[in-house]
């Protein structure tokens, strides 16, 4: 299991939230064909919602953190440890959006926005109840599938 950050304030909680959120971005666009691979901070920034400067910022703190291999102009991929907690993210996520339409009535898109807030706060000892509770889905409400608990891969 793949821990991010200790929480010890709202300020390390919105940073984490942040990192989590440059994490999933750089998955998601690192798997893309047009992106050979690489992650572009401007792309980055686009998926985030914040400016090419936030990202270059975090992305070399999380270069610092072993959690990206950034090189400044030619883009950025996850390291290993990145990838897990990438992927430990993209999990809670697709759990909580299964979770908040199937049992609590969610549309996908609210479910979507409400994952968004809760899948940097979950314990690993809540995803394990959670999956089971919802009889170990395999895919997310609009389709992903959702990465299993043993080796968190996609």
Do not use: N, W
């Amino acid at each position: 299991m793949v821990k991010l950050t200790v929480v010890k304030s709202d300020q390390d909680r919105s940073l984490t939230k942040a990192t989590g959120d440059v994490l999933k971005a750089i998955h998601l666009l690192q798997d893309s064909p047009e992106t050979a691979g690489v992650a572009l901070p401007s792309d980055i920034a686009a998926r985030t919602g914040t400016s090419r400067a936030f990202v270059t910022k975090m992305l070399k703190t999380m270069s610092g953190d072993g959690l990206v291999d950034y090189t400044p102009y030619r883009g950025v991929r996850l390291t290993e440890t990145g990838t897990r907690g990438a992927t430990e993210l993209s999990r809670h996520h697709r759990l909580l959006e299964r979770f908040l339409t199937d049992c609590l009535g969610f549309a996908p898109d609210a479910a979507h926005e409400e994952a968004e807030r809760l899948e940097h706060v979950i314990s690993e000892e809540f995803e394990t109840r959670l999956d089971r509770f919802l009889g170990y889905p395999e895919t997310c409400p609009h389709g992903a599938p959702i990465p299993r608990g043993d080796d968190k891969e996609l």
